[in-house]
């Protein structure tokens, strides 16, 4: 898969990643997608590096869908974690 590729996955998967984490995020719709697109690398290469799994260039594979949106799911909730609803510790 191209890096165009992994970048609309990495899109698709954050919408789905705030879909199944509803709520304010710090970061708007803005940061949520940039979670979304870097969640989806991580989630590849984690995919790849640790669970020994092939990145495939098919676009419509469920494992590499799977690991990016877990990737998403991981990192957003990082990040609000860490930074949580800024405008209610003011």
Not at 3 to 24: C, E, M, N, S
């Amino acid at each position: 898969m191209t890096i165009i590729g992994w970048i609309i996955l990495g899109l698709v998967a954050g919408v789905i990643a705030k879909v199944l984490l509803p709520g304010r995020d710090p970061g708007g719709v803005l940061g949520t997608t940039l979670i979304g697109v870097i969640g989806a690398f991580l989630g590849g290469w984690i995919s790849s590096r640790f669970l020994d799994r092939e990145i495939t260039k098919d676009f419509f594979d469920p494992a590499t869908w799977i690991a990016a949106i877990g990737g998403s799911l991981v990192l957003l909730i990082a990040y609000r974690l860490l930074f949580g609803n800024s405008r209610a510790r003011r």
